[in-house]
């Protein structure tokens, strides 16, 4: 039972590069969600799906972009990396509901240099 | 949007008890989430509150109260593996988690 795969793990990457980072959930859940986790500020939502085919804005969207073309993938894309977005990022999946917990990934740790 | 607040530090003794408090503010609220994080690992999921009152769950409980704003979670005869991160997050009215900055709890011999 694999859950939430990221890909990569870690990556170092000259400023102004383009980084696609990868999820993917095999628990066939509507919700995904993309977080950058940073000392002291804790988790900040940057986008998110309610569903495939959709995608919306979270807290920190700027400079980054989503896509969710079917239920299992939701890759996030920098398109010009800056140091700023030097992070550890996890995706998240959740099936919605009552309880609605979130299910992580064991998340990508991104140095931009 | 969601405004969070939780200590940034607590540090006990192992067997004792410790209590984590969150207060939030919010535009629209949908439950409140306390997850468990360990250095260099994803969150994972603790507990969930919608209505007032306190939930049991072995010897963590969370407590809630929409009216104050205010949540705590109470982490019972500690264990050494319970020093980790406690990550306070409010869902809003459209699914989504907003996280306070979290609670490093370090427990001593």
């Known amino acids: 039972i694999a859950g939430i795969t990221q890909a990569p793990t870690s990556q170092i990457l000259a400023a102004g590069r383009r980084m696609t980072l990868r999820c993917t959930q095999d628990m066939r859940h509507n919700a995904m969600y993309w977080y950058r986790q940073d000392l002291g500020l804790g988790l900040r939502l940057i986008h998110y799906s309610n569903t495939a085919g959709t995608t919306g804005k979270g807290e920190v969207p700027d400079g980054y972009s989503v896509s969710r073309a079917n239920t299992d993938d939701f890759p996030l894309t920098l398109a010009s990396a800056v140091p700023s977005q030097t992070s550890v990022y996890f995706c998240?999946?959740?099936?919605?509901?009552?309880?609605?917990?979130?299910?992580f990934g064991e998340g990508s740790r991104l140095t931009v240099l | 949007g969601q405004n969070i607040d939780q200590p940034t530090e607590m540090t006990a003794t192992e067997g004792a008890i410790v209590q984590i408090n969150c207060t939030y503010q919010t535009s629209g609220f949908n439950g409140l989430f306390w997850y468990q994080q360990h250095a260099g690992e994803a969150p994972t999921f603790l507990s969930y509150n919608v209505l007032d009152g306190l939930e049991e769950k072995g010897r963590f409980s969370s407590f809630l109260s929409r009216s104050k704003g205010y949540s705590y979670l109470l982490l019972k005869e500690l264990q050494m593996k319970d020093s980790a991160s406690y990550l306070c997050?409010?869902?809003?009215?459209?699914?989504?988690?907003?996280f306070g900055a979290g609670t490093t709890v370090t427990v001593r011999a």
């Open positions: 998240a999946s959740s099936s919605g509901g009552d309880t609605g917990e979130l299910f």
């Open positions: 997050a409010v869902r809003d009215a459209d699914y989504k988690l907003s």
